[in-house]
């Protein structure tokens, strides 16, 4: 199966959560799995992304902590997701070292040539549509996408408001890779395992 999904982690993580992801990730077409924990002291997120690299390590799914490249080192993640405001992408890209950074870049093409110049391995657009996760995020049009599609050879990530209905359409205008997060999550009428199998 293509791997295209950048699944990102629900906004706080319970007992099940681990369970789920084994399950979710055990579907074989998640490429990337993004831990994204806001409100959290740095022991805490440790500890839990030192057991989420475990189950990541056993699906081959590439693990990126979000915002905190010290801690990313610290763990041995694959990588570091970065925004606009989470500090020196300069400096990321010189403590990484050979591991994968990705950067927001909203729907601009000045900060997605930014991020190409400091050698970003990735970039991330949206938002696409309303979503649950940023609800306050600015909209993205296809414009970008086709146009950073065209002129970059990093691979693409879409964001925002992604679910089993409209995600065809993105990969379509030139993404590579769907993040997504509420739809498997939070998803009222399906588990986590059963709503992955819908985006295929």
């Not at 791997?3 to 681990?18: A, E, G, H, T």
């Not at 831990?35 to 989420?52: E, F, Q």
């Not at 002129?151 to 408001?161: L, Q, R, S, T, W």
Request: glycine residues 6%.
């Amino acid at each position: 199966m293509k791997r295209f999904v950048y699944l990102i982690s629900p906004s706080k993580v319970n007992k099940s959560f681990y369970k789920n992801l084994d399950k979710v990730l055990s579907f074989n077409n998640v490429e990337f799995f993004q831990l994204r924990l806001k409100k959290i002291g740095i022991d805490k997120l440790i500890k839990i992304a030192k057991k989420v690299k475990k189950i990541t390590k056993k699906h081959k799914v590439k693990f990126i902590l979000n915002d905190n490249f010290f801690i990313a080192n610290l763990i041995n993640a694959d990588g570091c997701h970065m925004g606009q405001l989470d500090g020196s992408f300069k400096l990321a890209r010189k403590k990484l070292k050979n591991k994968i950074l990705g950067i927001t870049c909203h729907n601009s093409k000045t900060l997605v040539k930014n991020a190409i110049e400091n050698k970003a391995n990735y970039i991330a657009l949206g938002s696409f549509f309303k979503s649950k996760l940023k609800p306050h995020a600015k909209k993205g049009g296809l414009n970008v996408l086709r146009w950073s599609k065209k002129n970059i050879k990093k691979p693409i990530v879409v964001i925002g408001g992604i679910n089993n209905l409209n995600y065809k359409k993105l990969l379509k205008a030139g993404a590579k890779y769907i993040a997504i997060s509420s739809y498997i999550w939070d998803n009222p009428k399906l588990k986590p395992e059963l709503a992955i199998k819908n985006i295929k």
